[in-house]
């Protein structure tokens, strides 16, 4: 397996090829936390690679293995659920397809950290409070980001496939018509002799 790892303050992403089953882990600090998560099918190394083919499952699995999510033959998805439960949640991918397939993934935990202080000024703690949402805001912007350069990815790769397919048809049909005018001179050129041959006789 290849992969690649890129990690943002509460954010893990990673663009790995899968041959048959990988699973990944992301620790859940605190209850409650909103769990993001996204993946897109990049390619698939078929030879003639098609927009249907390049769907894998997914099952998440809580902390006491408890089945959190399934998913079955996706090249795309986004979701998103409460984590009700602190600890390490798993990410189990299936490739049932016999190629490798690229696939970009990433994993967001978002918390909203209340500020537990002894300020006189009561005022405070709405101000923190949005500044917490916004930062899961940002972090959420950035997780979408991420997820819709994915898709174009697999879009400019889906795209060429198309063109090489339209190339070689193209080459087909000239080479096909080529032939069958080829022939056709041949068979004129055919009938013109034996019409000769007769009309001297």
């Given at each position: 397996?290849l ?20 699973c990944?882990?992301?620790k ?8 993001h998560?996204?993946?897109?099918v990049?390619k ?11 769907g ?25 659920f409460i ?7 798993n ?40 500044i ?54 041949y068979l ?7 019409k ?6």
């Amino acid at each position: 397996m290849l992969w690649s790892i890129r990690i943002l303050k509460g954010v893990n992403g990673l663009r790995f090829v899968i041959d048959r089953t990988e699973c990944f882990s992301h620790k859940v600090e605190y209850e409650g936390d909103t769990l993001h998560f996204s993946f897109v099918v990049i390619k698939a190394d078929t030879p003639w690679h098609r927009d249907n083919e390049g769907g894998v499952d997914l099952v998440v699995k809580g902390p006491d293995g408890e089945q959190i999510h399934d998913t079955r033959d996706k090249t795309s998805e986004k979701f998103e659920f409460i984590a009700h439960k602190k600890g390490v949640y798993n990410f189990c991918f299936t490739n049932g397809s016999p190629y490798h397939e690229t696939i970009d993934f990433d994993v967001l935990a978002g918390h909203y950290g209340y500020v537990d202080h002894h300020a006189k000024d009561e005022h405070l703690s709405p101000v923190y409070e949005q500044i917490n949402k916004l930062e899961e805001a940002l972090y959420n912007i950035q997780f979408e980001q991420h997820w819709l350069e994915a898709e174009t990815d697999r879009q400019a790769i889906i795209n060429e496939g198309m063109s090489k397919r339209a190339i070689h048809k193209a080459i087909y049909e000239s080479a096909a018509l080529i032939g069958a005018s080829v022939l056709q001179v041949y068979l004129l050129k055919h009938l013109f002799e034996r019409k000769l041959g007769t009309s001297r006789v």
